[in-house]
């Protein structure tokens, strides 16, 4: 279950040391490309950096890294015992997520990281990453309505809870795109506790560097906070850009806009699009980028979706769907060690579907056959565009059914 409070994961790092320098990102979207953005070009920058981001996508160990790399699994798990060790020796009694947060860490503290960029878990204020002692900067990304049942039933009660992230004296990066309401709540904040915020800019000479074009534009958005944050955080005298420039046009983030090749389970020689989009805001910049760059006229997409249960499911299917779309709709994998997640049920995102224009003979119900979905949509789309969508879950679970069909094939060819 979900248990926000500073408690218990307090307690947990207790003998973890944390001299490292610390970025931390809170929002709604865009929190895990920024974090994405500012790894690569610390890293590229000679900084030894660990990156910590959530939910992890295959793997429990996969949402921490070490210079850009997956940390390795022994290490991972090395860490994990000692932190289980040490709340069932102090009965602490700690949620999945910070034994989680307190195993990275604890991994930051072993591989000796000189700094870490670190995103918000749940809301900000009281996630368990806010335990962190050495922040440099915050940034706070784009904020929407989403964990409403957490957070607040309004941008503004939600802005604040993000906002709790910041220090005194710790500047605060906030994307420029926020609406005024968002700008209100986080200067007010910054006045309330002694620090100051520095709206991102796409007007840096840096980003002269690079075509606005290649980007899509909340990726552009999300870039110019990362070198905002990136500015600030960095204080050597030597200039690095000609490091981070090439270290920026390689970062590739897993489940947002993601080409994939799918023919392992399929067939199907023409790529997909994976998204991770599950709240309106997310879900209208996915729509916006189909619409604009895989529809052709009116043409038809075909989608598969899943959806966690309480999510605003109306909003997010109005801004993707058009009429004449097909939809094939599954139900995620349970999530390791996150049984409060819940997926929605296929009917229910059949009928809002239905309740969207979508006729009841373009829908598919395929129950938890994830294979099964894909190959229904493969065979109904005929070539034409396919989108993944709806669940970070469900990137998850196409991403490890991928993996584990190329082990099966590697294992028949060796």
Same mark, same amino acid.
């Given at each position: 279950m979900i248990e926000l409070g500073l408690g218990r994961i307090s307690r947990l790092l207790k003998y973890t040391p944390q001299s490292w320098k610390a970025i931390h990102v809170a929002g709604t979207n865009g929190k895990g490309t920024i974090c994405a953005y500012l790894s690569a070009m610390l890293c590229a920058s000679g900084v030894r950096v660990g990156r910590f981001t959530s939910p992890h996508l295959i793997d429990r160990w996969d949402g921490i890294t070490i210079n850009d790399q997956t940390v390795q699994e022994s290490v991972f798990k090395r860490a994990e015992?000692?932190?289980?060790?040490?709340?069932?020796? !102090?009965?602490?009694? =700690?949620?999945?997520?910070?034994? @989680?947060? =307190?195993? =990275?860490?604890?991994?930051? =503290?072993?591989?000796?990281?000189e700094m870490g960029v670190i995103e918000v878990g749940l809301g900000g204020r009281l996630d368990s990453t806010n335990t962190? $002692?050495? $922040?440099?900067?915050?940034?706070?990304? $784009?904020?929407? @309505? !989403?964990?409403?049942s957490f957070l607040g039933n309004t941008i503004e009660e939600i802005a604040c809870e993000k906002?709790?992230?910041m220090r005194p004296g710790v500047p605060c990066v906030l994307d420029e795109s926020n609406p005024p309401a968002v700008r209100k709540v986080v200067e007010d904040y910054a006045k309330k506790i002694g620090t100051d915020v520095v709206l991102s800019s796409?007007?840096?000479s840096f980003l002269d560097e690079f075509s606005e074009e290649d980007f899509e534009p909340h990726q552009w958005q999300n870039l110019a906070c990362a070198y905002t944050a990136f500015h600030l955080a960095y204080t050597k005298p030597e200039s690095p850009l000609h490091r981070i420039l090439p270290a920026i046009q390689n970062v590739r983030w897993p489940g947002r806009l993601q080409t994939l090749d799918i023919r392992s389970v399929t067939g199907r020689r023409e790529v997909v699009l994976l998204d991770g989009a599950h709240n309106v805001q997310s879900a209208e910049v996915l729509g916006s980028y189909v619409d604009s760059k895989m529809r052709k006229g009116s043409g038809k997409v075909t989608w598969v979706l899943a959806a966690s249960k309480g999510k605003e499911l109306e909003g997010i299917l109005k801004t993707l769907l058009h009429s004449g779309d097909c939809v094939a709709a599954v $139900?995620?994998?349970?999530? !390791?060690?996150?049984?409060w997640v819940e997926a929605m049920t296929p009917q229910d995102i059949l009928d809002a579907a239905s309740a969207c224009g979508i006729d009841r003979k373009? @829908?598919?119900?395929?129950?938890?056959?994830l294979s099964g979905a894909l190959r229904w949509a493969v065979t109904v789309a005929a070539g034409g565009p396919i989108v993944i969508a709806g669940s970070l879950y469900l990137v998850s679970d196409v991403l490890r059914l991928l993996r584990d069909a190329e082990h099966l094939k590697n294992q028949l060819l060796g």
């Open positions: 015992n000692l932190v289980m060790e040490r709340n069932q020796k !102090d009965g602490i009694g =700690a949620t999945e997520f910070e034994l @989680l947060t =307190a195993t =990275a860490f604890e991994v930051f =503290a072993q591989e000796k990281i962190m $002692k050495n $922040k440099v900067v915050t940034v706070i990304s $784009k904020i929407g @309505l !989403d964990h409403q906002a709790g992230i796409t007007e840096s $139900k995620f994998f349970p999530v !390791d060690r996150m049984p373009q @829908l598919h119900d395929a129950g938890d056959d």
